[in-house]
Nanobody
């Protein structure tokens, strides 16, 4: 059974940092696209950063240079380091698996809230 469990969200002032974690279980970790998506109130869910199925990293333009996706294969954990946070980064962040780039995914975690205040 595929399980994705996020942690690490919270509230931070603009310019601050947060690190999200996602514990992954239930499938071959290294052979599928995995990453992070987010959904702000009143907006559609959007891709933030993913490891594509060939290992390539893809970032949304809005987060390039500020966010870094990484993983620890042995621990089956996916991370999203978020620096220089902006109020527009406020959203529910979701860990995802079997994604297709930044566009869609087959499996989702329950989400973790990130709130950036001015």
């Amino acid at each position: 059974q595929v399980q994705l469990v996020e942690s690490g969200g919270g509230s931070v002032q603009a310019g601050g940092s947060l690190r999200l974690s996602c514990a992954v279980s239930g499938f071959t970790y290294s052979s599928v696209c995995m990453g992070w998506f987010r959904q702000a109130p009143g907006k559609e869910r959007e891709g933030v950063a993913v490891f594509d199925s060939d290992g390539t990293t893809i970032y949304a333009e809005a987060v390039k240079g500020r966010f870094t996706i990484s993983k620890e294969k042995d621990k089956s954990t996916l991370y999203l380091q978020m620096n220089s946070l902006k109020p527009e980064d406020t959203a529910m962040y979701y860990c995802a698996a079997e994604c297709h780039g930044l566009f869609i995914a087959g499996y989702w975690g329950q989400g973790t809230q990130v709130t950036v205040t001015v």
